[in-house]
Every structure is written in structure tokens, then in C-alpha cells.
């Protein structure tokens, strides 16, 4: 079984930056693409960003464009989210996710167990 790891959540405020990482348990899992994805208080989890391995792609929510970048290392099944300009609406728990193929759009086969980000005003 793959767990995915996450760490770098916390506490700062409007316009500052956070970086989370997240790491796959098992070196040997090959995954095809890693991402992340956020469930504020009271709504849906949604997508926010996401790496395809094979063609270097990258993905992102209409909402992240332009302030969050995600990169990673495959070999490492390591990706990571840097958060830049962040606002109070981006607060929520941060859910790492894997997947074994690629359909179009990550699925998550796998999940983290979350890391809460909070931005005050």
C-alpha cells in the first residue's frame, strides 16, 4: 500500500507564501501523475493543481493561475505546491494525490492524509 505524505501547512497571513511537499511512501511506486487538491469548511474537495510526469505537463484551477506552482521529482514521487499572494479564500486542508494512469485529469488513486493551510486577513 502507497502512502502519500504531506507537510508544510500552517498559518500565515494575506499575501504571504507557504510551500507543502508531499512524498510517497514507497519509492518504488510509479506513479503517472501527482497533484493537489482542497476542501474548505463546508464545500466540495476541489482540484487545485497537478503534474503529468511523462510530458513535464502542469495543470491548474482557474482560481491558483498565476500565484501557486507545483513541481516535483518523479524518481522520487516527490511533488510539491508553492503557494505565493495568498488570500483568505485559499484556506483550507490540502490533500496531496496520485495516479497510477492518466485519463485526462487526476482521479487520486491515492491520497494524503491533508495539511491544514489558514490565511488571515
Known amino acids: 500500500q502507497v502512502q502519500l505524505v504531506e507537510s508544510g501547512g500552517g498559518l500565515v497571513q494575506a499575501g504571504g507564501s507557504l510551500r507543502l511537499s508531499c512524498a510517497a511512501s514507497?519509492?518504488?511506486?510509479?506513479?503517472?501523475?501527482m497533484g493537489w487538491f482542497r476542501q474548505a469548511p463546508g464545500k466540495e474537495r476541489e482540484f487545485v493543481a497537478a503534474i503529468r510526469w511523462s510530458v513535464g505537463s502542469t495543470y491548474y484551477a482557474d482560481s491558483v493561475k498565476g500565484r501557486f506552482t507545483i513541481s516535483g521529482d518523479n524518481a522520487k514521487n516527490t511533488v510539491y505546491l508553492q503557494m505565493n499572494s495568498l488570500k483568505p479564500e485559499d484556506t483550507a486542508v490540502y490533500y496531496c494525490a496520485a495516479d497510477t494512469f492518466w485519463t485526462g485529469r487526476i482521479r487520486g488513486d491515492y491520497w494524503g492524509q491533508g495539511t491544514q493551510v489558514t490565511v488571515s486577513s
Open positions: 514507497r519509492r518504488t511506486f510509479g506513479s503517472s501523475a
